[in-house]
T-cell receptor, first 115, second 109 residues
Framework: GAGVSQSPSNKVTEKGKDVELRCDPI?????LYWYRQRLGQGLEFLIY????????KSGLPSDRFSAERTGESVSTLTIQRTQQEDSAVYLC?????????????FGPGTRLTVT | LAKTTQPISMDSYEGQEVNITCSHN???????ITWYQQFPSQGPRFIIQ?????VTNEVASLFIPADRKSSTLSLPRVSLSDTAVYYC??????????WGAGTKLIIKP
């Protein structure tokens, strides 16, 4: 079946602009996660959704970052007034349920470059 | 949240068995141990998960000693295509798994 998809695959934007990243999870997966991965580093957890709710937003780096999920499906991660330090690959994953026990299926990521 | 420690990098040769060890000294009773593999420009991919003793699937084995303070991912007869970064994670029902920098495994011909 279809895996997790993300769009765009690459995004180059100017400092100060807003960007919106999209994630389409595997159908039926109630949990959805967003991560950030800087070059050569591990994954940095940003936020997760259980259904359409995000119980804990403390992983978001600043108030310029926000995320939403609708229809227990697609999710968007929005970064306002982008800064150069926002440049990274943004990965989305989904799993059947929220838990460390459940396998996370990752999308290919969106590579964001802020110039 | 249990923190994990892995070697930064490892080298091996095609056809060899590779063992990557992960330390997780403060693992909790309910925590499971999960390993992911990540190729360049791709998202991580689940390899194997276990709680104690030994787990084996079609691609790897996971060895966990009785005290569960470490775990070893074993890749039998590696090939060039096994060159990747391998992440060890520890967690239970907690959604916020901590991802370290992983182990960069390089397989040479």
């Amino acid at each position: 079946g279809a895996g997790v998809s993300q769009s765009p695959s690459n995004k180059v934007t100017e400092k100060g602009k807003d960007v919106e990243l999209r994630c389409d999870p595997i159908s039926g997966h109630t949990a959805l996660y967003w991560y950030r991965q800087r070059l050569g580093q591990g994954l940095e957890f940003l936020i997760y959704f259980q259904g359409n709710s995000a119980p804990d937003k403390s992983g978001l780096p600043s108030d310029r970052f926000s995320a939403e999920r609708t229809g227990e499906s697609v999710s968007t991660l929005t970064i306002q007034r982008t800064q150069q330090e926002d440049s990274a690959v943004y990965l989305c994953a989904s799993s059947l349920r929220v838990a460390g026990l459940y396998e996370q299926y990752f999308g290919p990521g969106t590579r964001l470059t802020v110039t | 949240l249990a923190k994990t420690t892995q070697p930064i990098s490892m080298d091996s040769y095609e056809g060899q068995e590779v063992n990557i060890t992960c330390s997780h000294n403060n693992i909790a009773t309910n925590d499971y141990i999960t390993w992911y593999q990540q190729f360049p420009s791709q998202g991580p991919r689940f390899i194997i998960q276990g709680y104690k003793t030994k787990v084996t699937n079609e691609v790897a084995s996971l060895f966990i000693p009785a005290d569960r303070k470490s775990s070893t991912l074993s890749l039998p007869r590696v090939s060039l295509s096994d060159t990747a970064v391998y992440y060890c994670l520890v967690g239970d029902g907690n959604y916020q798994l901590i991802w370290g920098a992983g182990t960069k495994l390089i397989i040479k011909p």
